[in-house]
């Protein structure tokens, strides 16, 4: 009994170690996920969620391999938009026509190498004096003008401020005037108080003279007092 077990015991170690092992070569052109999703569908024990859960991501790899390729391999055409109007605008042409030119000193364009020591060799003078003479003449008959048209400015302006001197004078002087008869008028209306007072003094007296006339005897009485002129 003893070498049936030892028998036993020998023989599934000879056939473990003869097979080869089951992931060595599947694992070197596949990955290990793979290979695994694969046990998970050739296990019997998986459940059928497994199953279908392996198969859609199975197909979902086919798909997305299937998009990628027919993406690598599509052409795109680009139709040929609506060109609007081609003409060259006008100021365009011209700036195009202006021939290139430089300055006669060229060491004013801040490069090396570009200045010309014979540059004033080749410049000519006259024509530079002539034309700042122009210049002088120029200004000298413009300063001309300008003091011409300045003088007439200063002549007029103080004949305005004489004139605006005699009005404002004139003004305070009517001013003054206008003041005194506003005091005048016044004093006509204090005089006008005044007088309404003697008036109705003179009323009071004359009630009294009357009063005073009725009382005394006939012989005595005097005539009628009257405001009135006669």
Do not use: W
Request: proline letters at 6%; glycine letters at 2%.
């Amino acid at each position: 009994m003893g070498a049936e077990q030892s028998n036993s015991s020998a023989a599934p170690l000879k056939s473990q170690r003869d097979e080869d092992i089951p992931y060595t070569s599947y694992s070197i052109s596949k990955p290990i996920n793979n290979g695994k999703q694969q046990k998970a569908q050739d296990s019997p024990k998986a459940s059928p969620r497994l199953k279908d859960k392996a198969k859609s991501s199975h197909h979902r790899d086919k798909e997305t391999n299937k998009d990628s390729h027919l993406k690598n391999n599509t052409l795109v055409v680009v139709a040929k938009g609506n060109q609007g109007n081609t003409q060259i605008d006008p100021e365009l042409l011209k700036l195009d026509a202006i021939p290139v030119f430089l300055p006669l000193m060229r060491g004013s364009l801040n490069i090396p190498n570009m200045r010309d020591p014979e540059v004033l060799d080749k410049l000519d003078y006259r024509q530079v004096l002539e034309m700042c003479l122009r210049y002088q003449e120029h200004l000298r008959q413009s300063s001309e003008a300008v003091a011409f048209d300045q003088n007439a400015l200063c002549v007029r302006i103080k004949e305005i401020d004489y004139i605006t001197h005699s009005l404002m004078t004139s003004i305070v002087e009517r001013q003054k005037k206008f003041a005194k008869y506003a005091e005048q008028i016044q004093k006509i209306g204090e005089i006008n108080i005044v007088l309404n007072k003697v008036k109705m003094n003179v009323e009071q007296t004359t009630a009294l003279m009357e009063r005073l006339n009725n009382v005394l005897p006939p012989e005595d009485k005097l005539e009628p007092f009257s405001m009135k002129p006669a």
